[in-house]
């Protein structure tokens, strides 16, 4: 049986108040535990049900130390989704620092991105495409927001996502690399000729790419839209169809 204490406090994780002071986030979920397992991440606790425990033994066996055997009516009351799971774990948040080397590719930059289900799917989609860096402006929504950790399905353990303020990163490491950016009065994507390495820089849903970061743009460029009367693309969806074109040369 779990306490009242360690329910509490699995549950305030939710909140990134104390995410921050605790420095641990949630992972729900049997597939996520998968993902996790096979990462760098650190599991502290992992509550289960007897069914999830028969069903992983090799598992168990591993974290025997961190496993805490709960019933269905106690992970239910843990879980933060509407229907829970039969596992779930607190993890430790990695200290990462973003270095030059981290640019030796393609690097996705997220500009003031708000909503946590499309960073999740961001991440997912730089996974799809082996980008392994993206770098969030400082104001970005927080990567272990439960949403954008379960909207990720497990590529945020792959993908390196780093938080910085983008004007001094991109003076400081997009001096030698093309600095390519979505806006309106860009470039039509489709008849450009897209370098394998770049820091292409993605937009808010609502406001695109601010005037600081526009300023240290190399490269406009722009997804024509053919329907008269959408206004725009979701970030995520625009982030596909970029990613897709950048690995077009290299998947020849």
Same mark, same amino acid.
């Given at each position: 049986?779990?306490?009242?204490?360690k329910? *509490?406090?699995? *549950?305030?994780?939710?909140?990134?108040?104390?995410?921050?002071?605790?420095?641990?986030?949630?992972v729900?979920?049997?597939?996520?535990?998968?993902?996790l397992?096979?990462?760098?991440?650190? +599991?502290?606790e992992?509550?289960?049900?007897?069914?999830?425990l028969?069903?992983?033994? *090799? @598992?168990v066996?591993?974290?025997?130390?961190?496993?805490?055997?709960v019933?269905d009516?106690? !992970?239910?009351r843990?879980?933060?989704?509407?229907t %829970?799971? @039969?596992?779930?774990?607190t993890?430790?948040?990695?200290?990462?620092k973003?270095? $030059?080397?981290?640019?030796?590719?393609?690097?996705?930059?997220?500009?003031?991105?708000?909503?946590?289900?499309?960073?999740?799917?961001?991440?997912?989609? %730089?996974?799809?495409?082996?980008?392994?860096?993206?770098?969030?402006?400082?104001?970005?929504?927080?990567?272990?927001?439960?949403?954008a950790?379960?909207?990720?399905?497990?590529?945020?353990?792959?993908?390196k996502?780093?938080?910085?303020?983008?004007?001094?990163?991109?003076?400081?490491?997009? *001096?030698?690399?093309?600095?390519?950016?979505?806006?309106?009065?860009?470039?039509?994507?489709?008849?450009?000729?897209?370098?394998?390495?770049?820091?292409?820089?993605?937009?808010?849903?609502?406001?695109?790419?601010? $005037?600081?970061?526009?300023?240290?743009?190399?490269q406009?460029?722009?997804?024509? %839209?053919?329907? +008269?009367?959408?206004?725009?693309?979701?970030?995520?969806?625009?982030?596909? !169809? !970029?990613?897709?074109?950048?690995?077009?040369?290299?998947?020849?």
């Open positions: 049986m779990i306490s009242t204490s329910l *509490k406090f699995v *549950k305030s994780l939710g909140v990134q108040k104390f995410r921050k002071i605790h420095q641990l986030f949630v729900e979920g049997p597939k996520m535990m998968d993902e397992f096979d990462s760098e991440f650190v +599991p502290v992992v509550f289960a049900t007897t069914a999830w028969d069903e992983n033994k *090799k @598992k066996s591993v974290l025997q130390q961190k496993i805490v055997e019933s009516k106690e !992970i239910s843990l879980s933060g989704l509407k %829970a799971n @039969k596992v779930l774990a993890v430790k948040i990695p200290d990462r973003i270095s $030059e080397k981290d640019f030796n590719k393609l690097l996705l930059v997220l500009d003031g991105i708000s909503d946590p289900g499309n960073l999740g799917t961001i991440i997912r989609t %730089a996974d799809w495409f082996g980008i392994r860096n993206l770098l969030c402006s400082a104001d970005c929504v927080e990567l272990y927001n439960p949403k950790v379960q909207a990720s399905m497990g590529s945020l353990f792959r993908v996502v780093f938080y910085n303020d983008l004007e001094q990163i991109i003076a400081k490491f997009g *001096k030698n690399i093309p600095v390519i950016g979505t806006t309106l009065d860009g470039e039509n994507i489709f008849n450009m000729q897209l370098p394998d390495q770049a820091m292409i820089i993605i937009g808010s849903e609502s406001h695109g790419i601010r $005037e600081t970061s526009q300023k240290l743009l190399t406009r460029i722009m997804i024509p %839209a053919i329907g +008269p009367d959408v206004e725009s693309l979701n970030a995520a969806v625009a982030t596909g !169809i !970029i990613c897709s074109e950048f690995m077009r040369n290299s998947l020849k």
